[in-house]
């Protein structure tokens, strides 16, 4: 099942954490700790960003860091040895330098039908697309 986490409650998890962690997850180090793991196990370029995406859900809390291997290997599509290694890179590099980690019990993830009730909300418009057909 992926993580469908909005914006705004990114944004509000994102500002409950302590500034440190807040500094750990903007910082350049913690770019390139996951760039790195990624290249050194031959993770494909287009999904690195994926990997740093799910990397930040683990900081913020709305996963475990236990289960950021799992997420890696369902969600972002990597091999199941390489989605193991790079967890325990980005935990070793990154997530050993938190303080206080946050839980994934913290987060309020919306029901299917709080999503669907937002999906009606958002007026639909005409698609203007047009594209010749040969």
Request: proline share 4%; aromatic share 6%.
């Amino acid at each position: 099942m992926p993580i469908n986490i909005t914006p705004e409650q990114y944004k509000e998890l994102f500002n409950k954490l302590p500034k440190e962690t807040q500094d750990l997850a903007l910082s350049e180090k913690t770019a390139m700790s996951v760039f790195d793991s990624c290249i050194a196990n031959d993770v494909d370029v287009d999904k690195i960003s994926e990997v740093g995406r799910y990397a930040d859900y683990v900081l913020v809390g709305a996963i475990k860091e236990d289960d950021l291997a799992d997420a890696l290997e369902r969600e972002v599509g990597l091999e199941k040895e390489s989605a193991k290694k790079i967890a325990e890179d980005i935990a070793a590099d990154v997530f050993s330098k938190i303080g206080e980690k946050p839980t994934a019990a913290a987060v309020s993830m919306p029901s299917e039908d709080e999503i669907d009730e937002e999906m009606e909300e958002k007026p639909r418009r005409k698609d203007t697309y047009r594209e010749t057909v040969e």
